[in-house]
């Protein structure tokens, strides 16, 4: 068990939904890190929020959206879903912020499955 | 544009064997490199990580050999246990950007 907590665990939802996934960090942890994990893209580094704040962003798509709380735990919003969307989400957290070079703590992950 | 290639995609090992992952990557301002291992249904966790001015690190079973020039790095487990049986993941970072090789999928047959 990594600290790292996620919700929901599963999520089933039509095309053109709207979706939020909730993580919850370590303790002490002040970076959220999110992850998209498909068969044909493998992992893909979303965003990173520090703090409350956004510190890096990868590959994430403008119909995507993250933030972090006051007591640091992390909501990804998926909007305008598509098929292509289903994927196994996962967020992550570190002590540290930017840069990062410390151990990043995953959580088991939300599998999403758009129809 | 895949960041950073890996090989194989799948391996198959004997107990007792050692296991060889490969990846390589194009970008130098990558400047840490670490392995995931993930089982089926949990989330990756890291299992060693090494920064470019070491040319290798060792944690029990598990060796890191990173080539600078080559651009290249590599994970070996030594006396590989069915326990190992997982997907590995290799990584490389800038700090701020995080690029994941497409993961290989290790079988060690008692």
């Known amino acids: 068990d990594s600290g790292v907590t996620q919700t929901p665990k599963h999520l089933i939802t039509a095309t053109g939904q709207r979706v939020t996934l909730r993580c919850s960090p370590r303790s002490g942890d002040l970076s959220v890190y999110w992850y998209q994990q498909s068969l044909d893209q493998g992992l893909q580094f979303l965003i990173q929020?520090?703090?409350?704040?956004?510190?890096a962003k990868g590959n994430i798509l403008e119909r995507f959206s993250a933030q972090q709380f006051p007591d640091l735990h992390s909501e990804l919003n998926l909007s305008s879903l598509e098929l292509g969307d289903s994927a196994l989400y996962f967020c992550?957290?570190?002590?540290?912020?930017?840069?990062?070079?410390?151990?990043?703590?995953f959580g088991p992950g939300t599998r999403l499955t758009v129809l | 544009q895949q960041q950073v290639k890996q090989s194989p995609q799948s391996l198959i090992v004997q107990k007792g064997g050692i296991s060889i992952i490969n990846c390589a990557y194009e970008n130098t301002a990558f400047d840490y490199f670490p392995w995931y291992q993930q089982f089926p249904g949990k989330g990756p966790a890291l299992l060693i990580a090494i920064r470019p001015d070491v040319s290798e690190k060792k944690e029990g079973r598990f060796t890191i050999s990173f080539n600078k020039s080559a651009k290249q790095f590599s994970l070996h487990i030594m006396d590989s246990q069915p326990g190992d049986s997982a997907t590995y993941f290799c990584a490389a970072s800038t700090g701020n950007q995080f690029y994941f090789g497409t993961g290989t999928s290790l079988t060690v047959i008692p």
């Open positions: 929020y520090y703090n409350g704040e956004e510190r």
């Open positions: 992550a957290s570190s002590v540290d912020g930017w840069p990062s070079y410390n151990e990043q703590f």
